[in-house]
Nanobody, 121 residues
Framework: QVQLVESGGGLVQAGGSLRLSCAAS????????MGWYRQALGKQRELVAS???????NYVDSVKGRFTISRDNAKNTVYLQMDSLKPEDTAVYYC???????????????WGQGTQVTVSS
């Protein structure tokens, strides 16, 4: 069907930067929106940032001014540039996409496998 493959997580010191990537592949007719969620240990999963065609990117307040989401439509890829990282950004980050599939033209939600981001103080 459709696969979302993430990369770019890792360990970084506070104040550092990381860039996450998520590439969608498979039976894709069109992509309505892509985004990033995160889930810290013992906490609920939260939306970090999202980007839709023709709309401004959306960010959770805690990352505004530090994170930037972008999308390469030709590559079906979404990026999350994370600067000025803080220990509280530590979490598993999940890629999310709303995709109309080629085989049945249904709009469906897909998730990546998650990538760990750890920010040390």
């Amino acid at each position: 069907q459709v696969q979302l493959v993430e990369s770019g997580g890792g360990l970084v010191q506070a104040g550092g930067s990381l860039r996450l990537s998520c590439a969608a592949s498979g039976s894709i007719f069109s992509i309505k929106a892509m985004g990033w969620y995160r889930q810290a240990l013992g906490k609920q999963r939260e939306l970090v940032a999202s980007i839709s065609s023709g709309s401004r990117p959306n960010y959770v307040d805690s990352v505004k001014g530090r994170f930037t989401i972008s999308r390469d439509n030709a590559k079906n890829t979404v990026y999350l540039q994370m600067d000025s990282l803080k220990p509280e950004d530590t979490a598993v980050y999940y890629c999310n996409a709303l995709i109309t599939t080629s085989f049945n033209k249904n709009l469906q939600e897909f998730w990546g496998q998650g990538t760990q981001v750890t920010v040390s103080s």
